[in-house]
């Protein structure tokens, strides 16, 4: 593994980026406009099923395009996420901020497209909807906080 | 003026605690996605793009409360760190392009308010609002991206 992120340092693409503070800036910038709309719809989506938000509706008016916008700021966060883990990328594997970062994302984006998909779509009981509400909120909140505490302590 | 705000208590807490300016950008990143991130909601609804089954006048009143709470969080954290590093953001190229953009948001929000959504009872459940609201909530979104981006700028250059 260790030889593969040190590969991956060496691309073109990881120098290019390594050498420009500003190609940097302006990844990290559109990694949170990324974030920005994948957090925004994951609230808009929890916050339904806890029964805050958008209430009296069926929930899946609500989830199917806060899902769009949750996978289409998870590709911008992705992408520019790649480039700019590259030219770090031995140094950030290896941060335990950054790897609870990845297990909280994989973590949200699984519970979201399997479990929270089936209890918006079948109109489960209310219990079971603020249940999901709740750990979906938990998972999308953890992932944002271990992002700002990646870019702030590292 | 600048050097008197960050040799306030606020200014010395923010730069000597431990993580205080960590601790304040946290909370300045998390309110966007409270404020923006439900915010655009609204916007894709004025440009017909999503939420089309919904009243605008519904969407709006639902979102409100988060999109204000989050404003409020965003602009009490920025504030704090403005006057921790009062001098170095006056001068930065990046913090005046966001306040140029808020400015340019805020005007955006008083004339819709002021115009478009009076006449909003001929529009409410239309999945296609007139071009003054789509106008509203495109330019809306252009603009928080601009905010975003230069405050996420400014971060690379100020230091």
């Known amino acids: 593994m260790s030889a593969f992120f040190a590969w991956l340092e060496s691309t073109g693409v990881a120098v290019t980026v390594r050498d420009s503070l500003m190609l940097t800036a302006a990844l990290s910038a559109v990694h949170i406009v990324g974030f920005t ?7 808009v989506a929890n916050l339904n099923l806890l029964g805050v938000l958008f209430r009296g509706r069926p929930a899946t008016e609500v989830t199917r395009p806060a899902t769009r916008g949750i996978l289409l700021g998870l590709t911008i966060s992705a992408l520019t996420g790649v480039l700019l883990f590259g030219p770090r990328a031995t140094v950030a594997s290896a941060n335990w901020i950054f ?33 999901t509400g709740a750990v979906g909120l938990l998972l999308w909140l953890g992932l944002a906080l271990a992002g700002c505490a990646f870019i702030l302590l590292e | 003026m600048l050097e008197w705000l960050e040799a306030t208590s606020v200014g010395l807490m923010i730069r000597e605690s431990a993580y205080g300016f960590q ?16 915010l655009v909601w609204f916007d894709l609804r004025l440009l017909g793009v999503s939420m089309t089954g919904y009243q605008a006048s519904m969407m709006y009143r639902r979102l409100m409360p988060w999109m204000f709470t989050g404003f409020a969080l965003m602009f009490i954290s920025g504030v704090m760190l403005f006057i921790a590093y009062a001098t170095a953001a006056y001068d930065n190229v990046y913090f005046r392009i966001k306040i140029a ?30 071009g003054g609201a789509r106008a509203a909530g495109l330019v809306s979104i252009c603009v928080w991206v601009v905010v975003i981006v ?7 250059t100020m230091f």
């Open chain 1, 99 to 131: 790897q609870l970062k990845m297990a909280l994302l994989a973590t949200a984006v699984a519970f979201h497209l399997t479990i929270h998909q089936r209890v918006a779509r079948t109109e489960a009981a209310a219990g079971a909807r603020r249940a």
């Open chain 2, 101 to 130: 953009a808020m400015l340019l948001a805020a005007a955006n929000a008083f004339l819709y308010h002021r115009l478009t959504e009076r006449r909003i009872a001929d529009w409410d459940a239309s999945p296609r609002p007139p």
């Open chain 1, 37 to 43: 709309l994948t957090t925004g719809g994951a609230l």
């Open chain 2, 150 to 156: 230069a405050g996420r700028l400014m971060s690379y």
């Open chain 2, 23 to 38: 601790g304040t950008v946290a909370v300045h990143l998390m309110a966007i996605t409270l404020s923006v991130g439900t």
